[in-house]
């Protein structure tokens, strides 16, 4: 089994920053993409940066330029740094973790509001 540990979701003001992290641990023999999808209410989950195990990242178009991934294989963790956050960013934030290319765990998620 693999366990997914998020932190650093809350409440900021619009402009602010914050740092999401997810860290694995478990049954890992080695990982490989990891990401950051987000639900807002009554809204489906989508997806918002992904990086592989080579490092090789991907965003969506709405947090290009404002959010950067990054990971830590050495600690199994994927990080979510978040700058000029915007109202409509707040929602879930999930973290997902490919231990092959077809299995995948999600984190329980963190909330991240934004107020204006």
């Known amino acids: 089994q693999v366990q997914l540990v998020e932190s650093g979701g809350g409440l900021v003001q619009a402009g602010g920053s914050l740092r999401l992290s997810c860290a694995a641990s478990g049954s890992i023999f080695s990982i490989n993409a990891m990401g950051w999808y987000r639900q807002a209410p009554g809204k489906q989950r989508n997806l918002v940066a992904t990086?592989?195990?080579?490092?090789?990242?991907n965003y969506a178009d709405s947090v290009k330029g404002r959010f950067t991934i990054s990971r830590d294989n050495a600690k199994n963790t994927v990080y979510l740094q978040m700058n000029s956050l915007k109202p409509e960013d707040t929602a879930v934030y999930y973290c997902?973790?490919?231990?092959?290319?077809?299995?995948?765990?999600w984190g329980q998620g963190t909330q991240v509001t934004v107020s204006s």
């Open positions: 997902k973790v490919m231990i092959s290319a077809i299995r995948g765990y």
């Open positions: 990086i592989t195990s080579g490092g090789s990242t």
